[in-house]
């Protein structure tokens, strides 16, 4: 992906129909709608992502990000607006998209080793044995993980438990990798780790990445924009773009003037009433 | 698996141990921990029956009582009955029926329970009717299967059976219901097709409680399996024991009481032995205290 696609201020409408990976388009979802405990988790958000994209959307706690992102993976319903994946809309789970839950002990099958986690969706693929072995060895080490897969996930540490859950959702090469707070479990160290790790991922894949997190040092050093979501009913409040470049650094990039301008600039809209972090 | 995978040492440093240090780490702890334990936890199982069995010994040695001969004289009759004599072939037909009784009521439990889980308004309809049938005492049931299925070893194996069932329906349901709707979700993220959600999820998923259940039905089946043999049989280790009891052989009446001791015993460790093995990530992965 070149750097255009990163270039400050481009309009939904300016991109091209054709590159458009994901689509949201007045999204609306309402728990138990029609009953007297209805519940509006989210109000209205639209937005876009085009190919080799990489997407962050933060919100305060409760601003029904995890809804938001069970509705655009096809996982749950949405109670009205429109949702399109690559063009075709979207109604169940989409065969070229990739799913990073938070928490990789409950989202890894613990009775299968590593090896077999990983190659469960090229098996549902029919992708035969021979070459599922081949390709789960070529993806585990693309991770950076060798040698893992006769082992179980629970022998692994949790950042490595993760990798193999990012394996698993990259085994089948999918268009759109789709992450719900993937790094929340894992401590801050790891968390760096693994933040690098899915941008060298993202380089080396052109990848099309949405991850959802509240941490907004997060938010900005991976995406190209962040969609930040008002308080529940969440609503989109703004689409900022981070012109920070492809190459990012943990050290340099945070400290950077851009970096902490588009930090207190976030602050200001996820926190639309504390005083201005120094 | 290759070697070359370079870029992998650095950024596992941070995790924790590296992947050699972790392989390792578990191998010496195996090592170091099974031994002593698997020592320690066979004589804890075994110290009181073994004791029982001296005070038996000693006790009984110079009985008279004809209602409890001297334990010697129960395992000379007993290898007398059972392994010299004909008493084995009881023990044929006993087992014949106790694994197609057990097999068929869990086969039936297993089965019922997964289609249970997988309708909810079936299970709605049917729980009132599955509790029912659950506390009902199956051997109240041997008059009745007396009628419906005559005094054959057909009688004996449908009422094993229906005992069987409902442990392992039980308790499969229940394994089944508990597992984490994350992984489901993530079985829908993958796209597995239902058989697969099946066999590589919903099963082994409810691995551990579906065992429990069947350990459960076992037990069931190895009483029904006797009470079913006093009751209008003609063969089997329950009808070798009211034969013996009948004629007064006390004695041998004891060894059939011992031989089924043995049966239930050696069922149970079997039993054990093969969950340990095909549960084995389980065990494993509590054994590591995780999840």
Redesign the interface.
Same mark, same amino acid.
């Given at each position: 992906m070149s750097q255009s696609t990163v270039s400050p201020t481009p309009s939904a409408e300016s991109r091209a129909a054709g590159s458009e990976v994901l689509s949201v388009e007045g999204l609306r979802k309402i728990y138990n709608e029609g009953k007297p405990q209805a519940k509006t988790a989210i109000d209205d958000v639209s937005f876009s992502v085009t190919k080799g994209e990489f997407v962050c959307i933060v919100g305060p706690s409760g601003a029904g990000k995890t809804t938001l992102l069970r509705c655009i993976s096809g996982l749950a319903k949405p109670s009205s607006g429109k949702l399109a994946f690559e063009g075709a809309p979207l109604t169940a789970v989409p065969d070229q998209l990739g799913l990073v839950f938070q928490d990789y002990g409950r989202s890894l099958y613990p009775w299968f080793t590593n090896a077999k986690n990983v190659g469960l969706p090229l098996a549902a693929r029919g992708v035969p044995k021979a070459q599922r072995t081949r390709r789960v060895s070529e993806i585990l080490a693309s991770v950076g993980l060798g040698h893992v897969e006769k082992q179980y996930p629970w022998e692994l540490s949790g950042g490595m438990q993760q990798r193999v859950a990012i394996a698993r959702a990259l085994s089948y090469q999918p268009d759109l990798l789709l992450m719900d707070e993937p790094f929340a479990s894992v401590d801050a160290q790891t968390r760096f780790d693994l933040e690098d790790l899915i941008l060298s991922v993202r380089r080396d894949l052109g990848i099309t990445v949405v991850l959802v997190t509240h941490d907004i040092d997060e938010a900005i050093y991976l995406s190209d924009r962040i969609v930040v979501l008002s308080g529940s009913p969440s609503r989109v409040r703004e689409v900022v773009d981070v012109p920070l470049g492809r190459q990012r650094e943990q050290v340099a990039t945070r400290a950077s003037d851009e970096f902490l301008g588009l930090r207190r600039h976030l602050l200001d809209l996820v926190m639309p009433h504390a005083p201005h972090a120094a | 698996?290759?070697? @070359?995978?370079l #870029? @992998?040492v650095a =950024?596992?440093r941070? !995790? %924790? #141990?590296s992947?050699g240090e @972790?392989?390792d780490l578990?191998v010496t702890d195996r090592r170091t921990r099974t031994p002593g334990s698997v020592l320690r936890r066979v004589l804890i199982a075994v110290w009181l029956p073994i004791v029982l069995l001296v005070l038996w010994w000693f006790l009984s040695a110079s009985s008279t009582s004809p209602f409890f001969p001297p334990l010697s004289r129960i395992l000379e009759e007993w290898w007398n009955q059972w392994v010299i004599g004909d008493a084995k072939f009881q023990l044929a037909s006993s087992l014949r029926n106790l694994l197609f009784g057990y097999v068929g009521g869990a086969a039936i439990g297993l089965v019922f329970g997964t289609l249970l889980w997988r309708f909810p308004p079936m299970r709605r309809v049917s729980n009132p009717i599955v509790y029912f049938l659950y506390v009902l005492p199956a051997p109240a049931l041997l008059p009745a299967m007396i009628a419906l299925f005559g005094i054959g070893e057909l009688r004996q194996i449908a009422l094993i059976s229906f005992g069987a069932i409902w442990p392992t329906l039980l308790n499969t349901l229940d394994g089944m219901r508990g597992i !984490?709707q994350?992984?489901f !979700? @993530?079985a829908?993220?993958?796209?597995?097709?239902p058989p &697969?959600v099946l066999f590589?999820?919903v099963l =082994? %998923?409810a %691995?551990p409680q579906i065992a429990a259940g069947l350990r459960a039905s076992l037990q069931t089946s190895i009483i029904l399996m006797v009470v079913t043999e006093m009751v209008a049989a003609k063969e089997g280790i329950g009808y070798f024991i009211l034969q013996a009891q009948t004629v007064f052989a006390v004695t041998t009446m004891w060894t059939g009481i011992l031989t089924l001791a043995i049966i239930g015993t050696v069922a149970n460790y079997l039993f054990v032995l093969i969950e340990r093995f095909v549960l084995r990530?389980?065990y &494993?992965?509590r054994a590591?205290g995780?999840?």
């Open positions: - | 698996m290759s070697q @070359t995978t #870029p @992998t =950024p596992e941070a !995790d %924790g #141990p992947i @972790t392989t578990l !984490d994350v992984k !979700d @993530t829908r993220a993958m796209k597995l097709s &697969r590589s999820l =082994p %998923g %691995g990530w389980y &494993r992965s590591l995780n999840s």
